[in-house]
């Protein structure tokens, strides 16, 4: 599967639902979604997992080649300040289930077409 970010963001704000992450949320659909999209751009495109500490907890996102990519920055009100500390996929885990990862895989195949 090749990689576009305009394409994948474009996707990915179709894909994520209720069922993608519980603070989802038509308004902010971004919301919680972090660790299960991080999940699935490391899963689909490779790249590296990243993660920067916040006040509730660490926020995830990813580097693809030499440039990273916050899918889920939207759901944030002010500027953040990246980190950029690696992650591995049991970090990431900690804040998405399998299921949850299951329904954004299908969901997101559906609406990325490449």
């Avoid at 980190?83 to 289930?97: K, V, Y």
């Amino acid at each position: 599967m090749s990689f576009d970010p305009d394409d994948v963001q474009r996707a990915l704000r179709k894909a994520w639902s209720l069922s993608t992450a519980s603070q989802w949320t038509s308004e902010n659909p971004a919301a919680g979604q972090c660790n299960v999209t991080s999940l699935l751009v490391h899963e689909l495109f490779g790249g590296e997992l990243l993660k920067t500490p916040l006040p509730a907890g660490d926020h995830f996102y990813n580097r693809i080649g030499d440039r990273s990519y916050d899918f889920t920055v939207s759901q944030f009100d002010q500027p953040i300040v990246y980190a950029d500390l690696h992650a591995n996929r049991a970090d990431a885990e900690l804040g998405a289930t399998n299921d949850r990862l299951a329904e954004l895989r299908a969901a997101f195949q559906e609406y990325y077409v490449r």
